[in-house]
């Protein structure tokens, strides 16, 4: 059975009557109100395709970890590389299991589709159709619902969703109708700022009818903050924590390997610290930030140099 012949949850189009708008025109995949995670802090990791959410991610679940909490991360990609530094491989996804029993849940073990990572973080991969077919949103409500079936949410501090670049999609902003915080990761430069934009606006559009906020920024990659430090400013975004351009970082994702098993050094010290930081302050809950997005033309004016 291919993905494509699975029904799909209830969709809204536009100009439907509907008290459920998260958008003027939108088109959403409605999940089932009852698949909520339940106790766990739930957080959905944003940003420019290639940005570095799932290092990100990862390395955020790994502080978590070390703070004794029970971690669970979702890869929502069709990639499905979110959680290979965590577990030393790229795992089968949410689909690729439900295709192995020809779409009978109930047929599934919790041991096929979830996996044991560094220190015990807990690693899923829900996956995504094939190209030009389906609808990720379907695929993180599938997921959600097994993992909810299997009772493993109930034993869990911590989720991280881990979402693919461009929130075009209502399908791929699903994970915002799970999650209390989303984190936005870019780089100081026009294009991820742009990408950033984007993202607030969609985020902005799934508050108006769920409990997720924005959390804060990331900056990745980036020596300096100045340009998203005046895009935060103008918009009422903060910063959340901040991880350079080093090499150690590139390298632990070609070791697959979390930057806490790296070979210590004072630089790679103080990016480990950075997530411990990090992680502290999400669990003690961040401040919601009610941020306006600027409109496309207007960010050409703001960044770059005088």
């Not at 978590?64 to 491989?89: E, N």
């Amino acid at each position: 059975m291919s993905v494509t012949t699975v029904p799909f949850p209830n969709i809204k189009r536009p100009g439907s009557r509907s008290i459920r708008e998260d958008g003027e025109g939108s088109l959403q995949v409605q999940l089932d109100p009852h698949l909520k995670i339940g106790n766990a802090k739930v957080f959905a990791i944003y940003g420019k395709g290639g940005i570095g959410k799932s290092t990100t991610s990862s390395n955020l679940s790994a502080a978590f970890s070390h703070m004794g909490k029970r971690v669970l991360q979702i890869g929502c990609d069709p990639k499905h590389d979110s959680t290979f530094t965590l577990t030393k491989k790229m795992l089968p996804t949410v689909i690729d299991v439900l295709e192995t029993v020809d779409f009978h849940a109930e047929e599934l073990r919790i041991e096929d589709f979830v996996f044991p990572g560094y220190n015990g973080v807990m690693c899923v991969e829900a996956g995504g159709p094939p190209a030009g077919t389906g609808c990720g949103g379907y695929v993180v409500g599938q997921t959600v619902k097994l993992l909810k079936e299997h009772h493993l949410l109930e034993d869990t501090d911590v989720v991280i969703f881990d979402v693919l670049g461009d929130v075009v999609c209502g399908g791929f902003a699903a994970p915002l109708q799970h999650a209390d915080r989303a984190l936005i990761v870019t780089a100081n430069d026009f294009d991820s700022i742009f990408a950033m934009n984007r993202i607030v606006q969609a985020i902005g559009a799934k508050a108006k009818n769920y409990n997720v906020r924005l959390g804060g920024v990331i900056a990745n990659r980036s020596a300096a903050t100045d340009q998203i430090d005046k895009y935060n400013d103008r918009i009422g975004l903060k910063l959340a924590a901040h991880f350079p351009d080093l090499d150690v970082i590139r390298r632990s994702r070609l070791k697959k390997a979390t930057l806490f098993e790296m070979e210590t050094s004072p630089e790679l010290e103080a990016v480990q610290k950075e997530y411990m930081r990090l992680a502290a302050a999400l669990w003690l809950g961040s401040e919601p930030l009610s941020a306006v997005p600027m409109k496309d033309r207007d960010i050409f004016d703001l960044l770059g140099f005088d």
